[in-house]
């Protein structure tokens, strides 16, 4: 029976301490004993010379005698070191159930001391507080279920560690044939993870013979694996256990085979499985600690990436894909990066290697194959509106092992980072390999006339998704999917002169790649408009609006001003042909020109947001700023609108296609890390956003890029105009004294911008390649 609440917060753990010594003595004293009949006994009465049967006899029970204190003295020690493990884990889990309990008090609740369950006392607490509760019995019931969950999840952590800690002291591994045949055994482990792992591995391989486990075989196989995840111990000798990667390889696709082909009821059962699986192949891999504990930890590493490559290239059976009869057979990598996709927490080191190493497979100047992954279909997901893939039908299977390991770095944004980091020469390597020289096509096909024959390969749907994602992670720091924020976030409120330091590195490290990534499309989209791949122009524009501020003065300050402006706050060094020419790539997608736009259109409301009174009426210097950088901004961004739409004047599918994507992204939700407060603020960003930026997409049919630039000047600029009309009513000036001519607001602040909006509408054409 499971400890319950009670026992847990009643039950002082020292005796466990104190077992855990007297076993710990045992042993020892069962080691004298052992070495005593050994120097003492045994060896005396076979130095006697004694010989003949009664003598055979007794070196026979002699040796088991031998063997028994031996046994006796590694099982006891093994019982004080598990019971040592122990107390600490158990007194560290009970400490955090008291610590819940002492919270949930501290918040106003009394705490069944039999049970944990928690009752609101609206007499502790803040009147107001009371009251709310007192009238809304829903609220208060959601405020006592919350804290006894807590309570309760706090529980649950220490009866899976007792359960653990009982299945390591039972568990009963085979001495071979020493001593008795029901005596000591000294094959028990010391530690709870080594323990239990043999266990583990029993579960998985009889599922791996193709048997079923029981319902309380699969909870006790859950329990092992959460409860020992972190354990490398358990980790290296279960994966160990398993046959190595080749094993694990094997374990992994008969579990997949059985959740989404044979047995799809139990289909949550065995993804579980299968994500412990990939759980402690993470902990396993890690290279820590000093001394002789890396240096072990190194050899485990470097013997299990070498029988990885080897089973990396090997050919394995799975229904994934053999679906059609085709008799295919999937590659070693591309099984072990499906797995590895459901679990987390895997190091820098195991993450860049096993890259590296599945492009040497594929990549010719390393004598690798290209068409290694190639198979007879695509296993692609559904492709949404907002240009993400659903996690469906096949596609959680890694056909292509190197766009996968990309995509799995991208969840750890330092380890990408680190990668394509342009200042080692690996960094700069892969990203040139990647983008230029990749064979990226790794479907057959087939063309049926009087005979079937090959066709030229072609890409996946999803082909290049793990690497638009790696590459925005890289650049920006976090997560792809995860809210804007600020790429310099940390930097001020580290708070060690060393944690300052790391997080400066790694944002110059961030931002040079953002640079390299920026340079290298842009020179290729100046050739070729539509070279950026189309799964990564998403990510591409999340990079771009990470960098808000620099951007526009990239191509706001930098395109008035010129001479290469150092930008703020984080001194980007692209510059303003580059970053154009980018954008455009990034462009062939609506929704992707749309992040891009809206958050420089957010930039341009918050500068005109800081104009005061004074600044209109007398068309300041600084007025005059925001106008000339605001009209650059504009003007180059509707420039690449009209080549994007004018390019495609021919093409009315792509045409629609354009409009309708950047529709989808939703008018004012968040594309950078500056917050917009205030209605006056957000009344600015939707005129520069809202409709009549999304009216510039309609009625240009037959349209060149010439006439469009014609059209958004008169359709386009007064976008700009409004937005600095609409600040200074706001600033408490009469409309009325905007218009006339010879006003400061006309002869000065409208006119720079009209000036710096047409210009960059018009020398926008070189930057972008269209002028050649």
Known sequence: ???????????????????????????????????????????????????????????????????????????????????????????????KVIEARDQAVEAGMTVNPYSGRCTADLARMDEDKAEVYRRNQLARQELEESWTKKIADAVKDVQDADENFRMALMSDPSDGDKGLLDGFNGALKSDAGEANAARAEELYDKIRRGEKLSGAEREELDLLMRENKSDQEFSRTLITSLGGPDGVIRTHNELTDRAYFEETGRKKHYLNMDRHLADVIATATRVEGKGREREEDQRFYDKWMKDLREAGLKEYDAEIVDQVGSDQRMRGYQSIVTLMQNGSGYSEQFLHDIADDVRAAEDPKQGGDPDIWDLDRGFAGTKGEDGTFARDRDSWFANDPYDGVLGIMSKTPDVATAYFDPDTAAGKDRLEYLQKERDWDLVNTSEYRKVEVSGPDKADADSHVGFGAALEA??????????????????????????????????????????????????????????????????????????????????????????????????????????????????????????????????????????????????????????????????ALDHIRADVLGSHRDDAISQNNWSKVYAYHTIGAPVTAIPVFGDTLQRLVDIGTGHVAEDLNNEISDKTTEDLIKHYSTKGYPRLEEMMVERAVQTGIPRSELGPADSAFQRVITADARQEYSAAIHDAQGSTGTGS
């Not at 006891?76 to 560290?92: H, I, P, Q």
């Open 474 to 635: 890289a650049m920006t720091g976090q997560v792809p999917g995860e809210g804007p924020k600020d790429p310099a976030a940390g930097t001020a409120g580290a708070q060690t002169d060393e944690e300052k330091e790391k997080t400066e590195r790694d944002l110059r490290k961030r931002i040079r790649v953002f640079e390299e990534v920026v340079d290298s499309y842009a020179k290729i989209s100046a050739v070729d408009k539509s070279a950026i791949p189309e799964n990564i122009r998403h990510n591409m524009a999340n990079a771009v609006a990470c960098y808000p501020n620099d951007v526009h003065d990239i191509i706001g300050k930098d395109g008035y001003f010129s001479g290469g402006l150092s930008t703020e706050p984080n001194g980007v060094g692209v510059d303003r042909a580059a970053m154009l020419q980018f954008i455009r790539g990034v462009s062939e997608d609506g929704g992707a020109y749309r992040t891009i736009h809206d958050s420089q259109m957010q930039i341009v409301a918050n500068e005109i947001h800081g104009l005061g009174r004074e600044d209109f009426e007398k068309g300041s210097p600084k007025a005059q700023g925001v106008a000339q950088v605001s009209g650059q901004t504009m003007g």
């Open 1 to 95: 029976m499971a400890v319950d609440y009670e026992t847990i917060i009643s039950t002082g753990l020292s005796s466990l301490s104190r077992a855990a010594t007297a076993w710990e003595d045992m042993g020892k004293r069962f080691g004298n004993l052992h070495d005593d009949y050994r120097d003492h006994v045994k060896a005396a009465v076979e130095a006697d010379g004694w010989r003949g049967e009664s003598a055979t006899t007794f070196k026979s029970q002699a040796q088991v005698t031998l063997e028994e204190y031996a046994g006796a003295r590694d099982e006891a020690k093994a019982v004080g070191a598990l019971l040592k493990e122990a107390y600490g884990t158990l007194n560290s889990r009970r400490d």
